[in-house]
């Protein structure tokens, strides 16, 4: 474990939708015993995105109280990571980077593998900061997670974005070396470029995880990681809370360890609170499973977590991160819930009009409705061209049209 001892997360900060739907909503409409989502799939609501939400605007919400803390000194590298994309050519970062002014002397890139993209982005970014530790890396990690209606995928759908600031010095939680990598040719979960929807093989997709989940631990033993008994906590990956617990009895079994379902409790109990409540946000899913984490614990400093990262098709990385003295003073559990709270419930009929809901594609002049009331929002398509708008407040405020950007 050499080298790794002052690279990490400096700061992380998370931002969902306008809209919840509750599952007691859905399983009503479905005539499906809401036992099935609350105890089967271990989902409680979803964040359903308002017209006028998407990846920029939640990956902005989510980064702007990162620039207001630390400033931008010393980023010059934006790091975005999503699975669902809004262009095939141009990365979603750069209209982030006009949203919140971040200087012209910045590299920004758009990265994808499923739900995996981020932890590639992390760890791309403690390699840039360890040849240059006098910089800092944003990643953003940013999904609207999107199911055809009446699927067996459609109750594990959500939405959400996680920034985070890498650096030397981290305040939160030191990045260690090695990492336990992964990668298998399936076909469990893809989307062609022609679909919205993501198509799944339900039950291959879980199979797929949890081979993922052997041989990324596998990898990781072998290049020299740490016991599992070492670890206080373990993130993973959560498409649906559930798939959690069955990723950590299957790591205990393979490891040789009994299931103790007192012990599974203990090492993830903590990590599920945002997930089970906010869905998939795919690439942002681990990380808000670490926000979960860090802002419910008594006390983690010098405590091990576990991350496993896992995105279909597939491709996993298993590493450990140290928390870091001093880090609650960092975080921003307030915010977070708030950003929880604060969704607006919609009911079935509302959630599929949101579902079905597309800007028309014939290059005209189309406003977005004007339904979030948070800091970004898609203003309009104009010739093809996606315009952004800073509405001038946070949450609830009012919404002076203060500054566009179509950013190109
Ligand atoms: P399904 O067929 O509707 O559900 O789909 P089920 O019949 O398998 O039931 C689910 C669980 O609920 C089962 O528990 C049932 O027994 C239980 P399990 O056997 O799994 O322990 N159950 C109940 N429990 C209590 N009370 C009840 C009750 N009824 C049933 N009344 C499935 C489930 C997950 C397949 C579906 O939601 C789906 O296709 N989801 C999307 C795919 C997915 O999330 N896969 C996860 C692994 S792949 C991954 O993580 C990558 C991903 O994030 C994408 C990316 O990487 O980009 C998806």
Known sequence: MANDSAVGLHDLSFATTEFVLPHTVLAAEKGVDVGKYHKGIGQWSMSVAAADEDIVTMGAAAAAPIIERH??????????ATESSIDQSKAAGIYVHSLLGLPSATRV???????????????FAVGLVRRDPAQRVLVIAADVSKYDLDSPGEATQGAAAVAMLVGAGPALV?????????????????????????LVEGQESIGAYLLAVEGSWKDYTE??????????????????????????????????????EERVGRDLGLTTAYNSVVG???????YLALAALLDQADDLTGRRIGFLSYGSGSVAEF??????????????TE??????????????A???????????????DHRAPAQTTGPYRLAALRGHKRVYETTGGGRGASRPSARTSTAG
């Open 71 to 80: 400033g931008s000194d010393g980023i010059r590298t934006v790091i975005f």
């Open 109 to 123: 890139v758009e990265l994808k593998q499923a739900c995996y993209g981020a932890t590639a982005a992390l760890q």
């Open 174 to 198: 030191r990045i260690e070396e090695p990492s336990g990598v992964y990668t298998a040719d399936v076909m469990d979960f893809w989307r062609p470029n022609y679909r919205d929807t993501a």
């Open 223 to 260: 290049q020299g990681g740490r016991a599992l008994d070492e670890f206080a906590a373990f993130c993973y990956h959560q498409p649906f809370t559930k798939m959690a617990y069955k990723a950590h009895r299957q790591l205990l079994n393979y490891c040789g360890h009994a299931v103790d």
């Open 280 to 286: 998939n946000s795919y690439t942002a899913s681990v």
């Open 319 to 332: 590493f450990a991160g140290t928390v870091v003295p001093g880090y609650r003073e960092h975080l921003r």
């Open 335 to 348: 915010a977070h819930r708030e950003a929880i709270a604060r969704r607006e419930p919609v009911d079935y």
């Open 350 to 364: 509302r959630y599929r009009a949101l579902h079905e809901y597309a800007l028309p594609a014939d290059g005209g």
